[in-house]
């Protein structure tokens, strides 16, 4: 089935430490891409999207990810994560067939727990 | 601040009961999704509504029914509870568009014992 996968379902790094995670789609054709962090206790927010244009995409909190097309993925970095990135971080997609009807329909990975220990 | 607020936040029902879940969506925004986040795994897109009609669904049975009001609120119904529907229901608004991103609100917790 077409689906949005993040292998790593939890990371434990220290503060200062590079962070890289995962997420590899199965749709062909275009789509739009996202990450969304959720802290603990708060809702969903986004944290960076891409629709088209440069392939490295800069969102909030010094978070960046790169989309590959070729490879199908939208890795999600950080070169130096504090404390406050301690969260579970969710990669969607809005399909092709979705995207060509107009709609916002989002699939969602299974998310990634992330803790970041002083 | 969300700017989506749902209602309630936990919600306890006994399998066979119906449940309402309600949503506000940000100030601006007309369109409003829900989605199903049950323990471990990322949200599951249920419907969509815009202008008050229902314009996409996910795979989700007839038991799971929505509304839109004219101020763009909105309600979830679920009928027949089962224990599977133990889950965290969000709702999320944008303006319509691809290009809108989603604003979710923090979640209804709802547990079917």
């Known amino acids: 089935a077409q689906s949005v996968s993040q292998h790593n379902h939890h990371v434990i790094l220290s503060e200062a430490a590079s962070l890289e995670l995962g997420c590899n789609y199965s749709?062909?054709?275009?789509?739009?891409l996202f990450w969304y962090v959720q802290y603990p206790g708060q809702h969903l927010q986004l944290l960076l999207k891409?629709?088209?244009?440069?392939?490295l995409v800069k969102g909030i909190k010094g978070f960046e990810a790169e989309f590959i097309k070729s490879k199908f993925s939208f890795n999600l970095r950080k070169p130096s994560v504090q404390w406050s990135d301690t969260a579970e971080y969710f990669c969607a997609v809005i399909p092709p067939g979705i995207l060509t009807g107009g709609g916002n329909k989002l699939t969602f990975g299974t998310g990634t727990q992330l803790k970041v220990e002083l | 601040d969300a700017g989506v607020t749902q209602s309630p936040t936990h919600l306890i029902k006994t399998r066979g009961q119906q449940v309402t879940l309600r949503c506000s969506p940000k100030?601006?925004?007309?369109?409003v999704s829900w989605y199903q986040q049950a323990l471990g795994q990322g949200p599951q897109f249920i419907f969509q509504y815009y202008e008050e009609e229902e314009r996409q669904r996910g795979n989700f049975p007839d038991r799971f029914s929505g509304h839109q009001f004219p101020n763009y609120s909105s309600e979830l119904n679920v009928n027949a509870l089962l224990l599977g529907d133990s889950a965290l229901y969000l709702c999320?608004?944008?303006?319509?568009?691809?290009?809108?991103?989603?604003?979710f609100g923090n979640g209804t917790r709802l547990t079917v014992t």
């Open positions: 891409y629709f088209s244009g440069d392939p």
């Open positions: 999320a608004s944008s303006l319509g568009g691809r290009d809108s991103p989603l604003h």
């Open positions: 749709y062909g054709g275009t789509v739009n």
């Open positions: 100030s601006g925004h007309d369109t």
